[in-house]
């Protein structure tokens, strides 16, 4: 089983920067994906940046590409979340993911382990 914690969410002005973090608990797989996914009020819950742990690749939305960056220390377990140039439509609670993977890791099909959210708030 694995656990995983979410924090460093919070309210911010449009422009403004959050570091989201998400520590995991338990067993890790060898390789694997591990992810931040949103989902806004009304919304249908969409994938924002992963990384896949096999190959070290990156993958970004276009919605937040030169915008958020993501990061992680192994030696920690924990994976970040660095988001600048906050804007309203960033509001949502964010979900930290992981699991084995099986194509791009921001397919939601690839996870089995989610965390409990944590909200951003952007206001302009």
Known sequence: QVQLVESGGGSVQAGGSLRLSCAA????????????????PGKEREGVAAIDTGDGRTYYADSVKGRFTISQDYAKNT?????NSLKPEDTAMY???????????????????WGQGTQVTVSS
Request: hydrophobic letters at 30%; charged letters at 5%.
């Open 25 to 40: 608990f338990g067993y890790i797989y060898s390789s694997y994906c591990m992810g931040w996914f949103r989902q806004a």
């Open 79 to 83: 994976l970040y979340l660095h988001m």
């Open 95 to 113: 979900y930290c993911a992981l699991g084995p993977g099986g194509g791009s890791c921001l397919m939601q099909e690839g996870y089995n382990y």
